[in-house]
């Protein structure tokens, strides 16, 4: 039996890979996928402290999380597809109608 | 030990009978089809036409392998291999008898059975789709894509009401363990009081395998041949061997949720099994004979605004029948 | 025994579908990456025992959600073999900083884990027969969090509204 | 199974609100074109019917949905802020961005997010609400979708949204990994109990709230998505979400860290105070080099964020009392000044620019006066609200020792001077050019909100006690818990 804190370092590792994904990656969709590393490493924290104390809370805490991804994934490349179908390349540096 | 060697070896046994099944199946098609249009189908190798799987198999294997010029090879691999695993992983947790008793231990008939048993069915099936949508996106061709992305369209949006009829279901089974659901049946099959929810259940199977008359994804007039149009040899019999063995895994479903699994008289029940999952295979091939195909728009418009409320309205009454009439 | 080596596979995978989200060239490459992440951290729900949520992730994650981004990538990144290159002296200070910071983040959240010595004795307790299964889990949803169930209504509404408008041709709504 | 008791009175704005959303998608299936005004009124009854059960509600304490969200004073006060940004939205927004059902729906449904955020006190309703709260704000963000700059701010708002909430959730689970408890009562019995799995889990979890949190109240280094949304939204949005994101980020923060963690108090002020005051220092400066005035604003904001977050940092029934004051305070005179650069620019915001208000006290004597008012309060000029709001924070900041604090609010309010008054010169310099860059006429509903944003930093200016009286018995609420 592997020890719980195991799971737990497995997810804030998953979880600070994710960070450098979206704060290194310039095409959004490849920072969205990060940001989704993130969320699912949160859920992989939730469902072991779940364990942890036998208690429902974290897995219903990780439905809510899954499907709010499900719509937020479906309203972030919505946009994304809104502001690159007229455009060559998907890079975020090259947003630059405002000054910023 | 035991009971990993136990699973190793009825996981190989599967994979041979649904192998064979499908030789059986492609055979058996062209014949059945070939009745239907007043022609012979074939009938020169073997007995009756009937090495002609054989045959068949022998030429995708020795045909020559290509890989288009610039498409991405890792991922063209890949993509026919995902489908083949994807379908033959799915059928693991299918019941198709009850359980043996051998050598001392008592031997589910199937691989696996998590007690989200049909929950992990419609998990494993959802990943086949990568399957289609990378073969077409890797070819680096038009065709391809715009056949990958119609035929994932068209199995994501025929999910969700294939998810819905089988609610009805599991509410009256109250579970969502196949073995639990087969021997719910065992006075009166589902089919009876789930009608509605049968019907709407075979028209998305026969979508989300993407055969006539929901076969657009092939449509020749204006994709070529879908998203497997650059493939050829051993990769394009496997996306073959994915869809067979899909319509047989979509059959056995049916048979298990809806027609009592493997319950019958007199004949042994893997019989039983094998008949109810043969009548449906017979149907789909029938379907095939007869039916024109859909235009895209409408095959999408009849799943989200026909099948998805009907199937969603029918888990709803068969939740209140549940909690409130039949208390 | 089984579950340690499954664990240790199972983690292995998931760092590596995680670097090569971080590291892929091309979307579609990080995509399958992704994908193969979320099936290893469903191997590892099923190890602590969160069976329902392991077929969620798959079937909900790994199957809708992915697809969704492998739609939108294969078709923004139709043409364009691979992605231009990503600027890397221009960058290299932003990998730095960005790595950096990753690697404070994890260090500190470890260190934390680390300490916590209790969590490989705890970890023996047998997890309560009903732990987990569905109707466990349906009914804490359905009493105990109900409020943000309804809400997750609004969500999925705001996400059918939104769509819809951002998704509408362009020319459709303004003359 | 034991069906926990729902207890409709306790998200009855919420209901209303949401109720109007339905009706409007409803109607919108029989409209001829389905964009007009007619919906657009539809959600300003719907606003105006959740601020009139406010006092309705005022008399008692309801506890809904088993002990997951509570109507107290607080939650109370925070929805009123609210609710008056979201009337904002839609009395703005006739004009600029042609409002149909989804507008009315999602503005509606963004103000349901953040009026749960205020009021729940469970840890999964709390992460819904900031959820309901951000994703319709992603969609309005990118309203306008003719024009690039606001596509670009959809897009920037999300990713960095959806990052922040990341951030915010991982806290979350370190909060439940601490006690193994989800509603903030329980948390904070369990560490007074010294009943934690872990010390540092807590630590964790409060910095990495309060982080996620820090990127929707705009606060330094976590800011630098704010002047490209603010600029880039539609305006009515970008009054809507300036001061209604604001005031739920707030309310969240002050229930997640003053009441669940207020044993955690050592470990999560310094950072607080910290951003508070890199916040202060930046946002002002930042602020001075602006030529667009909704840029402008946009720092001004997250310089105005910082003083907010110091009478959390305060840690004292005063800090939350003068916050309070502050988000009201700071919703008046903010929507007043976006609601007179919406009514300036017509559909595509021509001159937005600062230096075409010049001479604009001559020609629409009326928006320049009014415009005048808001960044002289918003400068904390007497006897404007703007003032008493700062002088409460600034009160609640020394009483609780924190002198550092107060130096950075007085060194920040003397440098935003000069970025405040400018406009305010300019626009009473004698322009030599006939031709306004602006649009001749603006919507009356304009002119009805510059009028009662007007009246609210006039009068709570030179009454604030109207407001501090109720506000000090919302403090005990939250206290009371």
Same mark, same amino acid.
């Given at each position: 039996?592997?020890?719980?804190?195991?799971?737990?370092?497995?997810?804030?590792?998953?979880?600070?890979?994710?960070?450098?994904?979206?704060?290194?990656?310039?095409?959004?969709?490849?920072?969205?996928?990060?940001?989704?590393?993130?969320?699912?490493?949160?859920?992989?924290?939730?469902?072991?402290?779940?364990?942890?104390?036998?208690?429902?809370?974290?897995?219903?805490?990780?439905?809510?999380?899954?499907?709010?991804?499900?719509?937020?994934?479906?309203?972030?490349?919505?946009?994304?597809?809104?502001?690159?179908?007229?455009?060559?390349?998907?890079?975020?540096?090259?947003?630059?109608?405002?000054?910023? | 030990?035991?009971?990993?060697?136990?699973?190793?070896?009825?996981?190989?046994?599967?994979?041979?009978?649904?192998?064979?099944?499908?030789?059986?199946?492609?055979?058996?098609?062209?014949?059945?089809?070939?009745?239907?249009?007043?022609?012979?189908?074939?009938?020169?190798?073997?007995?009756?036409?009937?090495?002609?799987?054989?045959?068949?198999?022998?030429?995708?294997?020795?045909?020559?392998?290509?890989?288009?010029?610039?498409?991405?090879?890792?991922?063209?691999?890949?993509?026919?291999?995902?489908?083949?695993?994807?379908?033959?992983?799915?059928?693991?947790?299918?019941?198709?008898?009850?359980?043996?008793?051998?050598?001392?231990?008592?031997?589910?008939?199937?691989?696996?059975?998590?007690?989200?048993?049909?929950?992990?069915?419609?998990?494993?099936?959802?990943?086949?789709?990568?399957?289609?949508?990378?073969?077409?996106?890797?070819?680096?061709?038009?065709?391809?894509?715009?056949?990958?992305?119609?035929?994932?369209?068209?199995?994501?949006?025929?999910?969700?009401?294939?998810?819905?009829?089988?609610?009805?279901?599991?509410?009256?089974?109250?579970?969502?363990?196949?073995?639990?659901?087969?021997?719910?049946?065992?006075?009166?099959?589902?089919?009876?009081?789930?009608?509605?929810?049968?019907?709407?259940?075979?028209?998305?199977?026969?979508?989300?395998?993407?055969?006539?008359?929901?076969?657009?994804?092939?449509?020749?007039?204006?994709?070529?041949?879908?998203?497997?149009?650059?493939?050829?040899?051993?990769?394009?019999?496997?996306?073959?061997?994915?869809?067979?063995?899909?319509?047989?895994?979509?059959?056995?479903?049916?048979?298990?949720?809806?027609?009592?699994?493997?319950?019958?008289?007199?004949?042994?029940?893997?019989?039983?099994?094998?008949?109810?999952?043969?009548?449906?295979?017979?149907?789909?091939?029938?379907?095939?004979?007869?039916?024109?195909?859909?235009?895209?728009?409408?095959?999408?418009?009849?799943?989200?605004?026909?099948?998805?409320?009907?199937?969603?309205?029918?888990?709803?009454?068969?939740?209140?029948?549940?909690?409130?009439?039949?208390? | 025994?089984?579950?340690?080596?499954?664990?240790?596979?199972?983690?292995?995978?998931?760092?590596?579908?995680?670097?090569?989200?971080?590291?892929?060239?091309?979307?579609?490459?990080?995509?399958?990456?992704?994908?193969?992440?979320?099936?290893?951290?469903?191997?590892?729900?099923?190890?602590?025992?969160?069976?329902?949520?392991?077929?969620?992730?798959?079937?909900?994650?790994?199957?809708?959600?992915?697809?969704?981004?492998?739609?939108?990538?294969?078709?923004?990144?139709?043409?364009?073999?691979?992605?231009?290159?990503?600027?890397?002296?221009?960058?290299?200070?932003?990998?730095?900083?960005?790595?950096?910071?990753?690697?404070?983040?994890?260090?500190?959240?470890?260190?934390?884990?680390?300490?916590?010595?209790?969590?490989?004795?705890?970890?023996?307790?047998?997890?309560?027969?009903?732990?987990?299964?569905?109707?466990?889990?349906?009914?804490?949803?359905?009493?105990?969090?109900?409020?943000?169930?309804?809400?997750?209504?609004?969500?999925?509404?705001?996400?059918?509204?939104?769509?819809?408008?951002?998704?509408?041709?362009?020319?459709?709504?303004?003359? | 199974?034991?069906?926990?008791?729902?207890?409709?009175?306790?998200?009855?704005?919420?209901?209303?609100?949401?109720?109007?959303?339905?009706?409007?998608?409803?109607?919108?299936?029989?409209?001829?074109?389905?964009?007009?005004?007619?919906?657009?009124?539809?959600?300003?009854?719907?606003?105006?019917?959740?601020?009139?059960?406010?006092?309705?509600?005022?008399?008692?304490?309801?506890?809904?949905?088993?002990?997951?969200?509570?109507?107290?004073?607080?939650?109370?006060?925070?929805?009123?802020?609210?609710?008056?940004?979201?009337?904002?939205?839609?009395?703005?927004?006739?004009?600029?961005?042609?409002?149909?059902?989804?507008?009315?729906?999602?503005?509606?449904?963004?103000?349901?997010?953040?009026?749960?955020?205020?009021?729940? #006190?469970?840890?999964?309703?709390?992460?819904?609400? =900031?959820? $309901? %709260?951000? +994703?319709?704000?992603?969609? &309005? /963000?990118?309203? *306008?979708?003719?024009?690039?700059?606001?596509?670009?701010?959809?897009?920037?708002?999300?990713?960095?949204?959806?990052?922040?909430?990341?951030?915010?959730?991982?806290?979350?689970?370190?909060?439940?990994?601490?006690?193994?408890?989800?509603?903030?009562?329980?948390?904070?019995?369990?560490?007074?109990?010294?009943?934690?799995?872990?010390?540092?889990?807590?630590?964790?979890?409060?910095?990495?709230?309060?982080?996620?949190?820090?990127?929707?109240?705009?606060?330094?280094?976590?800011?630098?998505?704010?002047?490209?949304?603010?600029?880039?939204?539609?305006?009515?949005?970008?009054?809507?979400?300036?001061?209604?994101?604001?005031?739920?980020?707030?309310?969240?923060?002050?229930?997640?860290?003053?009441?669940?963690?207020?044993?955690?108090? #050592?470990?999560?002020?310094?950072?607080?105070?910290? =951003?508070? $005051? %890199?916040? +202060?220092?930046?946002?002002? &400066? /930042?602020?001075? *080099?602006?030529?667009?005035?909704?840029?402008?604003?946009?720092?001004?904001?997250?310089?105005?964020?910082?003083?907010?977050?110091?009478?959390?940092?305060?840690?004292?029934?005063?800090?939350?009392?003068?916050?309070?004051?502050?988000?009201?305070?700071?919703?008046?005179?903010?929507?007043?000044?976006?609601?007179?650069?919406?009514?300036?620019?017509?559909?595509?915001?021509?001159?937005?620019?600062?230096?075409?208000?010049?001479?604009?006290?001559?020609?629409?004597?009326?928006?320049?006066?009014?415009?005048?008012?808001?960044?002289?309060?918003?400068?904390?000029?007497?006897?404007?609200?703007?003032?008493?709001?700062?002088?409460?924070?600034?009160?609640?900041?020394?009483?609780?020792?924190?002198?550092?604090?107060?130096?950075?609010?007085? #060194?920040?309010?003397?440098?935003?001077?000069?970025?405040?008054?400018?406009?305010? +010169?300019?626009?009473?310099?004698?322009?030599?050019?006939?031709?306004?860059?602006?649009?001749?006429?603006?919507?009356?509903?304009?002119?009805?909100?510059?009028?009662?944003?007007?009246?609210?930093?006039?009068?709570?200016?030179?009454?604030?006690?109207?407001?501090?009286?109720?506000?000090?018995?919302?403090?005990?609420?939250?206290?009371?818990?």
């Amino acid at each position: 039996m592997v020890p719980l804190s195991y799971y737990l370092i497995l997810s804030a590792l998953l979880f600070s890979i994710g960070t450098v994904g979206v704060l290194v990656r310039r095409n959004p969709l490849q920072m969205f996928m990060s940001i989704e590393l993130m969320w699912n490493a949160v859920n992989l924290s939730f469902i072991t402290f779940a364990r942890q104390y036998t208690n429902m809370a974290g897995h219903v805490f990780v439905f809510l999380v899954i499907t709010v991804a499900a719509a937020e994934v479906a309203i972030g490349l919505a946009i994304i597809v809104v502001v690159f179908r007229t455009r060559e390349h998907a890079d975020v540096d090259e947003l630059n109608a405002m000054k910023g | 030990m035991a009971a990993v060697i136990i699973i190793v070896i009825k996981g190989l046994i599967l994979a041979v009978l649904l192998l064979t099944a499908f030789g059986v199946l492609t055979l058996t098609e062209r014949k059945v089809l070939g009745r239907f249009q007043f022609r012979p189908g074939p009938n020169r190798v073997g007995p009756g036409g009937s090495f002609q799987f054989l045959a068949d198999g022998l030429k995708l294997m020795l045909k020559e392998e290509i890989i288009p010029n610039g498409a991405d090879r890792f991922v063209f691999l890949l993509a026919p291999t995902i489908s083949l695993v994807a379908a033959l992983f799915a059928f693991a947790v299918i019941p198709w008898g009850p359980p043996i008793h051998l050598f001392g231990q008592t031997i589910p008939m199937e691989i696996g059975g998590p007690n989200v048993g049909i929950l992990f069915l419609f998990a494993i099936t959802s990943l086949g789709v990568y399957g289609l949508i990378l073969g077409g996106w890797s070819s680096q061709n038009k065709y391809s894509l715009l056949g990958g992305l119609r035929s994932s369209a068209q199995i994501i949006s025929y999910e969700l009401a294939m998810g819905l009829s089988v609610v009805g279901v599991l509410i009256a089974a109250g579970s969502a363990d196949l073995n639990n659901i087969v021997s719910a049946q065992t006075n009166l099959w589902f089919i009876v009081p789930q009608i509605i929810g049968f019907l709407i259940y075979v028209v998305c199977m026969v979508a989300e395998t993407n055969r006539a008359p929901f076969d657009l994804p092939e449509a020749e007039n204006e994709l070529v041949a879908g998203y497997h149009t650059e493939y050829t040899g051993m990769k394009f019999a496997m996306f073959f061997m994915a869809e067979y063995i899909n319509m047989v895994t979509v059959s056995s479903l049916a048979t298990t949720l809806f027609l009592g699994g493997w319950h019958g008289p007199w004949l042994p029940p893997e019989i039983w099994f094998i008949i109810k999952v043969a009548a449906f295979m017979f149907f789909f091939i029938w379907l095939r004979a007869t039916l024109p195909r859909l235009r895209y728009d409408r095959l999408m418009a009849f799943g989200w605004k026909v099948l998805l409320p009907v199937a969603l309205a029918n888990a709803l009454a068969t939740a209140v029948w549940v909690s409130v009439v039949a208390r | 025994m089984v579950s340690t080596v499954v664990f240790w596979l199972a983690a292995a995978v998931a760092i590596v579908g995680a670097g090569g989200v971080l590291l892929a060239k091309h979307p579609v490459h990080s995509a399958l990456s992704l994908v193969l992440n979320l099936a290893a951290l469903g191997v590892l729900f099923l190890l602590l025992h969160a069976e329902f949520l392991a077929v969620v992730e798959i079937l909900v994650y790994a199957g809708a959600v992915m697809v969704l981004f492998l739609f939108v990538v294969t078709l923004l990144m139709a043409g364009t073999k691979t992605p231009r290159d990503e600027g890397r002296f221009r960058l290299a200070y932003q990998y730095l900083l960005a790595g950096l910071f990753g690697l404070i983040l994890f260090v500190l959240v470890a260190h934390a884990l680390v300490g916590a010595d209790w969590m490989s004795s705890l970890a023996a307790t047998n997890a309560g027969g009903s732990f987990g299964s569905i109707a466990a889990f349906g009914t804490a949803l359905f009493t105990k969090y109900l409020l943000p169930f309804e809400l997750t209504a609004v969500v999925l509404l705001v996400a059918v509204i939104g769509v819809i408008f951002l998704g509408r041709e362009h020319g459709a709504t303004r003359k | 199974m034991n069906f926990p008791v729902i207890n409709p009175l306790s998200v009855l704005p919420e209901i209303i609100l949401l109720a109007t959303s339905i009706v409007a998608l409803f109607i919108a299936l029989f409209l001829p074109d389905r964009r007009g005004h007619q919906l657009n009124y539809l959600g300003l009854v719907g606003v105006l019917a959740a601020i009139a059960v406010l006092p309705m509600l005022w008399a008692k304490v309801e506890v809904g949905f088993g002990g997951a969200i509570v109507s107290d004073h607080f939650a109370l006060a925070m929805d009123a802020a609210i609710l008056v940004s979201a009337l904002a939205a839609f009395l703005l927004g006739l004009r600029e961005v042609e409002p149909g059902a989804d507008y009315v729906a999602l503005v509606l449904w963004a103000a349901l997010g953040m009026m749960v955020l205020t009021s729940a #006190v469970e840890l999964l309703s709390i992460f819904l609400g =900031l959820e $309901v %709260l951000s +994703l319709p704000l992603y969609v &309005l /963000a990118g309203f *306008r979708r003719d024009r690039t700059t606001s596509k670009e701010a959809a897009m920037k708002y999300l990713l960095m949204g959806a990052f922040s909430s990341g951030i915010f959730l991982y806290g979350l689970a370190f909060l439940y990994g601490a006690t193994g408890k989800v509603s903030l009562a329980s948390i904070q019995a369990a560490i007074l109990q010294n009943f934690t799995s872990h010390p540092l889990f807590l630590e964790i979890g409060a910095g990495l709230v309060a982080v996620g949190l820090a990127f929707k109240l705009a606060l330094v280094p976590f800011h630098q998505w704010v002047p490209d949304v603010y600029e880039g939204s539609p305006t009515p949005v970008t009054a809507f979400m300036s001061v209604g994101t604001k005031a739920a980020a707030f309310g969240a923060l002050v229930r997640i860290l003053t009441v669940a963690l207020p044993a955690g108090i #050592v470990h999560w002020q310094p950072l607080i105070a910290f =951003l508070a $005051v %890199l916040t +202060l220092l930046f946002g002002n &400066l /930042a602020a001075l *080099r602006q030529t667009n005035m909704k840029r402008m604003l946009a720092y001004s904001g997250i310089a105005q964020a910082g003083y907010l977050v110091v009478a959390i940092a305060a840690n004292s029934q005063m800090g939350v009392g003068a916050g309070m004051f502050y988000v009201v305070a700071y919703a008046f005179m903010n929507i007043g000044a976006f609601a007179v650069v919406a009514a300036l620019s017509g559909q595509n915001e021509e001159g937005a620019e600062i230096a075409s208000y010049r001479g604009l006290a001559y020609r629409r004597p009326w928006l320049a006066v009014s415009m005048t008012v808001f960044l002289l309060a918003l400068a904390s000029i007497p006897p404007l609200v703007g003032f008493p709001g700062k002088f409460y924070i600034l009160r609640a900041a020394v009483s609780s020792g924190g002198v550092l604090l107060a130096i950075a609010i007085v #060194v920040g309010t003397m440098i935003s001077l000069y970025y405040y008054l400018r406009p305010v +010169l300019l626009m009473f310099t004698h322009s030599e050019e006939t031709e306004s860059p602006f649009p001749a006429t603006a919507h009356w509903t304009a002119h009805v909100t510059v009028g009662v944003m007007l009246a609210g930093t006039l009068v709570l200016g030179i009454l604030p006690g109207l407001l501090t009286g109720p506000l000090q018995n919302a403090v005990h609420a939250i206290y009371g818990l």
